[in-house]
């Protein structure tokens, strides 16, 4: 089945300690998205990519970095985790229409120590 | 700008009953609306979606939700509650005339109780 695979599922840092997590998608969708979710609150966009085409949200912080190296994978690197990273952190795909709904993976529970 | 408002952060309902989740929406032009579930440790999965057309709009799991212009609403219904229905509901919008972000609600948790 076509999906949308993160890896790992839960990743534990430690404080200023780079981390990378991963997505990968077999939809062979043109958008890719990350997103931050803390408990209880809603998904907020960090940045998606429209094929190589990279577009950061205003708002995210310089630490936190996204490669795509093709269309199937895409990376976000934090940096320096810091206790106020420890998130929830979804990929989502869709394709390149405003109507398209976003496909999302299963995300990656990050946790600061 | 637009803007999405979920009334009831929190739902609780019994096993069997009607399920009515609220979304109104606030933009010039009506946009793209869609209902997501989130069950916990996972990932949004998509329920349904309003783009053009009818505007009562059948999903998976026996939800629906109705488009209704007048009332900038999108309210999510499901006729008789699971237990697996237990979960958070977030509703989003898209613009329809530009490229824009998903904008989503800030969600509502639904407790089924036996």
């Known amino acids: 089945d076509a999906m949308v695979i993160q890896n790992p599922r839960y990743q534990v840092t430690q404080f200023g300690k780079p981390v990378t997590l991963s997505c990968s998608q077999t939809?062979?969708?043109?958008?890719m998205y990350w997103y931050q979710q803390k408990s209880s609150q809603a998904p907020k966009l960090l940045f998606h990519?429209?094929?190589?085409?990279?577009?950061n949200e205003a708002d995210t912080p310089d630490n936190f970095q996204s490669r795509r190296p093709n269309t199937s994978f895409c990376f976000l690197d934090i940096r320096s985790p810091g206790l106020g990273d420890a998130a929830m952190y979804l990929c989502?795909?869709?394709?390149?229409?405003?109507?398209?709904?976003?496909?999302f993976g299963p995300g990656t529970r990050l946790t600061v120590t | 700008a637009q803007s999405v408002t979920q009334l009831g952060s929190h739902v609780s309902v019994s096993e069997g009953a009607l399920v009515l989740l609220r979304c109104n929406y606030s933009?010039?032009?009506?946009?793209?609306l869609f209902w997501y579930v989130q069950y916990p440790n996972q990932g949004l999965q998509l329920l349904l979606k309003?783009?053009?057309?009818?505007?009562l709009v059948k999903g998976i799991n026996g939800f629906e939700a109705e488009f209704k212009k007048s009332e900038t609403s999108f309210h999510l219904t499901k006729p008789s509650a699971h237990m697996s229905d237990a979960a958070e509901y977030f509703c989003?919008?898209?613009?329809?005339?530009?490229?824009?972000?998903?904008?989503f609600g800030a969600g509502t948790q639904v407790v089924v109780t036996p």
């Open positions: 990519y429209y094929d190589k085409d990279f577009n």
């Open positions: 989003a919008v898209r613009p329809t005339d530009s490229w824009g972000k998903l904008q």
């Open positions: 989502a795909t869709s394709l390149p229409r405003r109507s398209y709904e976003q496909y």
């Open positions: 933009s010039s032009v009506p946009p793209y």
């Open positions: 939809l062979n969708h043109n958008v």
């Open positions: 309003y783009t053009t057309g009818a505007t």
